[in-house]
């Protein structure tokens, strides 16, 4: 989405929700050409990443021990909770095939924080049925 939230002589500012890979730098410039002009950007700031928004940060004279997010905290907010045993914690690890692991069948569409006894071991996204691991995590020693 694009929305403009203000225009002043030859100034734009503009709120854009995109996906990742998208080149903001880029959108300008080609947005600027389309016009018939020239143009660049002024500021640039990203406010929100997937399901993290600026509101969920802390400032660094803010921090307290309650606004540093554990690894496993993150990976509940970034995908559904998904528990699994000792077993299927190693098959993701090793990075076998995971349309074969028999918990994750019949899983909907969605990013999943997989957890093996409360350790978190990986963000997981299914898309049509396609599993990927989006991030590993190690084991914990």
């Keep these: 989405a694009l929305d403009v939230t203000m225009l ?3 100034r734009l500012r503009l709120q854009v929700r995109c996906g990742s890979g998208t080149y903001i ?3 300008a410039a080609d947005l600027a050409r389309a016009l018939g002009t020239v143009g660049h950007l002024v500021a640039l700031r990203r406010t929100a990443v997937g399901p993290l928004a600026v509101s ?3 400032l660094p004279d803010g921090l ?3 606004s540093v997010w554990s690894t496993a905290r993150l990976l509940g907010h970034l995908g559904e909770r998904l528990d ?3 077993a299927a914690c190693r098959w993701v690890r090793d990075g076998k095939p ?3 692991l028999p918990p994750l069948m019949g899983q909907t569409d ?3 924080g997989v957890f093996d006894d409360g350790d978190p071991v990986a963000l997981l996204e299914c898309r049509g049925g396609q599993w990927a691991i989006l991030r ?3 084991k914990r020693p």
């Design 8 to 10: 002043e002589s030859n």
């Design 136 to 138: 590993g995590l190690p």
């Design 98 to 100: 995971l349309d074969k």
């Design 56 to 58: 969920d940060a802390a």
């Design 110 to 112: 969605g990013r999943y």
């Design 84 to 86: 699994l045993d000792v």
């Design 64 to 66: 307290t021990e309650a």
């Design 25 to 27: 730098r880029t959108l």
